[in-house]
C-alpha cells in the first residue's frame, strides 16, 4: 500500500513558476514508477509527465515539454515536478500517481495509486 501526498500548488501569474512535490508513505518507493496528471474543469485527467523507477527516464505531454521537468529523490520518497513558463490552460489539478513497473505510462488505467491532488491556477 502506497499514499500520495501532493503539495506545492497555488495561484501563479503567467510565465512563473511552482514547484509540485508529491511524498509517498512506505520503504518500497523505488519500486514505483511515478506519474503526474492533471484535470481541469469540465475536461478528463491528462498526462502530463512520468519518471521511472529510479528516475533514468522521463517522459512529458507535448504541451508541456521543455517547460515542465520531473523529478525523484527515492531517499525522500519523493517525486518532484518544476513548472517553468506557466500558462493559463496549465490551470488545472495536478495528482501524482503510482505504478509497480519501471517506466511510467500514459495511461491512466496504468496506475495502481493516486494522490488527492493540488490546485495549480495561472493567472492571465
Known amino acids: 500500500q502506497v499514499q500520495l501526498v501532493e503539495s506545492g500548488g497555488g495561484l501563479v501569474q503567467a510565465g512563473g513558476s511552482l514547484r509540485l512535490s508529491c511524498a509517498a508513505s512506505g520503504r518500497t518507493f523505488s519500486t514505483y514508477s511515478m506519474g503526474w496528471f492533471r484535470q481541469a474543469p469540465g475536461k478528463e485527467r491528462d498526462f502530463v509527465a512520468g519518471?521511472?523507477?529510479?528516475?533514468?527516464?522521463?517522459d512529458y505531454a507535448d504541451s508541456v515539454k521543455g517547460r515542465f521537468a520531473a523529478s525523484r529523490d527515492n531517499a525522500k520518497n519523493t517525486v518532484y515536478l518544476q513548472m517553468n513558463s506557466l500558462k493559463p490552460e496549465d490551470t488545472a489539478v495536478y495528482y501524482c500517481?503510482?505504478?509497480?513497473?519501471?517506466?511510467?505510462?500514459?495511461?491512466?488505467?496504468?496506475?495502481?495509486?493516486w494522490g488527492q491532488g493540488t490546485q495549480v491556477t495561472v493567472s492571465s
Open positions: 519518471i521511472s523507477r529510479f528516475g533514468s527516464v522521463t
Open positions: 500517481a503510482a505504478k509497480n513497473s519501471i517506466y511510467s505510462s500514459w495511461q491512466i488505467n496504468a496506475y495502481d495509486y
